[in-house]
């Protein structure tokens, strides 16, 4: 039997008043699921729970949890379809299977008091209502544990956050063991894994297309002997140097031509042949051959490169021209010491007469500083060389 817990658990006399009231019938009490199980069948040992719940009432949670437990023989399975929190995860840990769909949800939390119409408390009946929030915490607690094989440890901050969870941390930590996938995905990979086999069986089997031609062919009244009955296998070779076997006798490859193995095979004529599952399923027209079109990124490329070569030369002229350190040195020099003209009196032998000593034979220069450092620098070079 189907039982459906949906709406809010709540007791009787609460679920009576919103019927009759508000006309809600879809809420649950102890006393409706105790009727339902009253009136199973005696050889009906299975019991489906469709859960869409947000929890309710501890005490009529306790007691449909109990009653379930208490049904002898049964198989009792629970189906999450939508929400269930609170109090409704103690009625699905009633049962021993425990699915929910994909897309549901689950939360747990700790127990709460709601007070109607009272807005004082003394400390004792405030300390009361501690101790009992804490035995309806402790007693969902030993629940939890007991049927979910969870720790305390884990649970506690669970219950603390209260917040949803997916299906799948639900799973983990025990409160479902199956997650349930929908009809229409399951369906789609049983076709899509029959044709995966179809298409293995018939990989293995190369022969099958050859053998229906053969069919064809007896049927035509085409008899002969076993080597003759065969397909003729016309031998082609790759671009790559392999070979690719074709069953035709004569004429272009064409697609749906029995062929092996498979592949992607490109032909010396440029043309690529797909053989999948011993037929030719494509082939691929040559791509056309641009090699004899100036390409203009060519002539930009071989302009930049004779640019560069233009560029490298010039700084190899110019590192030659490249004067020392100390060549700028004496060059600074000469220029502070009066420049070209200077240097053509100062470095000149010839000297007229009369403006020099009173012996023909003996010249006597007077030399500056500038040209006793500059003489001294040319000597320091010349005892390098």
């Given amino acids: ?27 649950v009490s102890f006393k409706s699921i105790d009727e339902a199980l009253e009136a199973k069948a005696e050889d009906d040992k299975e019991i489906v729970l469709k859960i869409n719940c947000n929890g309710g009432s501890c005490i009529e949670g306790y007691a449909i949890y109990d009653k379930l437990r208490a049904q002898e023989g049964c198989t009792i399975t629970a189906e999450v379809e939508g929400e269930c929190s609170s ?9 021993s299977v425990r699915r929910a769909t994909k897309n549901a949800r689950v939360c747990i939390h700790k127990p709460r008091i709601c007070y109607f119409f009272r807005d004082e408390m003394t400390e004792d009946e405030a300390l009361k209502v501690y101790n009992d929030l804490k035995s309806e915490t402790d007693r969902m607690m030993s629940i939890y544990v007991e049927r979910t094989g969870s720790t305390r440890e884990t649970l506690e901050p669970l219950m603390k956050e209260d917040k949803y969870i997916t299906v799948e941390e639900a799973q983990t930590l025990g409160f479902i063991n199956e997650i349930i996938e929908p009809v229409t995905a399951i369906k789609s990979n049983q076709f899509n894994n029959k044709n995966h086999k179809s298409m293995k069986e018939n990989k293995k089997e190369p022969g099958a297309i050859a053998n229906a031609f053969k069919v064809i062919g007896e049927a035509l009244g085409f008899t002969g002997d076993k080597k003759d009955d065969q397909p003729v296998a016309m031998t082609l070779n790759t671009d790559d140097g392999q070979t690719i076997e074709i069953e035709r006798e004569s004429g272009e490859p064409e697609v749906g ?36 079109d100036p390409d203009p990124k060519d002539d930009e490329i071989a302009r930049l490169k004779d640019e560069n070569d233009d560029l490298k030369k010039q700084l190899d002229e ?52 500038v040209q006793q450092e500059l003489e001294e620098l040319q000597a320091k070079r010349k005892g390098q060389k």
């Fill in 1 to 27: 039997m189907v039982i459906k817990i949906i709406g809010s658990i709540i007791d009787d006399e609460s679920k009576q008043f919103d019927l009759n009231f508000f006309g809600i019938d879809s809420n």
């Fill in 87 to 95: 109090m409704a995860t103690i009625i699905l840990l009633a049962a």
């Fill in 257 to 292: 031509d029995p062929a092996s193995p498979d592949g992607e095979f490109k032909m010396p004529d440029g043309k690529t042949i797909v053989i999948a599952d011993g037929v030719i399923t494509e082939i691929k027209p040559a791509e056309p051959d641009n090699n004899d």
């Fill in 318 to 369: 110019a590192k030659g021209q490249k004067k020392t350190k100390e060549e700028a040195e004496i060059l600074n020099m000469v220029t502070i010491a009066g420049g070209k003209s200077w240097l053509e009196r100062a470095c000149s032998n010839y000297h007229p007469e009369g403006r020099t000593g009173t012996s023909k034979n003996v010249q006597t220069v007077v030399k500056s500083k």
